[in-house]
T-cell receptor
Framework: GAGVSQSPSNKVTEKGKDVELRCDPI?????LYWYRQRLGQGLEFLIY????????KSGLPSDRFSAERTGESVSTLTIQRTQQEDSAVYLC?????????????FGQGTRLTVV | EDQVTQSPEALRLQEGESSSLNCSYT??????LFWYRQDPGKGPEFLFT???AGEEKEKERLKATLTKKESFLHITAPKPEDSATYLC????????????FGQGTTLQVKP
């Protein structure tokens, strides 16, 4: 079956430009996560959406980062005025979240390179 | 502040040489823990969910165990295809589904 889809798979952008990263979760999954993974590092939590509840934005590193989700479908992560330190793989995950402890399924990520 | 620490950061084993990976955490309201595997260039892949102290789960050469303060991933007679980064993420009771991952243990199994 279809998994979590992220696009683009790779993005090279110039410093100072804005970028939009897209995540299509598994159909029916109410929870959606964004993580950042710098080269050789662990997963850094960015933002979490759950149904119609207010998103948990506590991981967004600065006001240059924002994310939206339309209902229980696609999500976009926007980075404004990109900096070189934004270079990383951005991972999206979704979960049906029927009960606490329902696992999340990850996409393959978008590799962002800021030059 | 919730913290998750995995050790060792890196582990090199010979094929067939068993070992254990550790995940320790200080979180409020622990409900359980996930283990994931991540191959280079790919997103993490779910392995196990553990809910209670004393619980064990097995999958092929992997066995995960849970205590109140830490979890272990035991690898028995590993093969080169077990080489990957292993990540743990405790999850909390209540309505929050937010997951904080450890930094991972990168395992290399040499033939």
């Amino acid at each position: 079956g279809a998994g979590v889809s992220q696009s683009p798979s790779n993005k090279v952008t110039e410093k100072g430009k804005d970028v939009e990263l897209r995540c299509d979760p598994i159909s029916g999954h109410t929870a959606l996560y964004w993580y950042r993974q710098r080269l050789g590092q662990g997963l850094e939590f960015l933002i979490y959406f759950q149904g119609n509840s207010a998103p948990d934005k506590s991981g967004l590193p600065s006001d240059r980062f924002s994310a939206e989700r339309t209902g229980e479908s696609v999500s976009t992560l926007t980075i404004q005025r990109t900096q070189q330190e934004d270079s990383a793989v951005y991972l999206c995950a979704s979960s049906p979240y029927r009960v606490v402890g329902t696992e999340a399924f990850f996409g393959q990520g978008t590799r962002l390179t800021v030059v | 502040e919730d913290q998750v620490t995995q050790s060792p950061e890196a582990l090199r084993l010979q094929e067939g040489e068993s070992s254990s990976l550790n995940c320790s955490y200080t979180v409020s309201g622990l409900r359980g823990l996930f283990w994931y595997r991540q191959d280079p260039g790919k997103g993490p892949e779910f392995l196990f969910t553990l809910y209670s102290a004393g619980e064990e789960k097995e999958k092929e050469r992997l066995k995960a165990t849970l205590t109140k303060k830490e979890s272990f991933l035991h690898i028995t007679a590993p093969k080169p295809e077990d080489s990957a980064t292993y990540l743990c993420a405790p999850f909390l009771s209540g309505n929050t589904g937010k997951l904080i991952f450890g930094q991972g243990t990168t395992l290399q199994v040499k033939p």
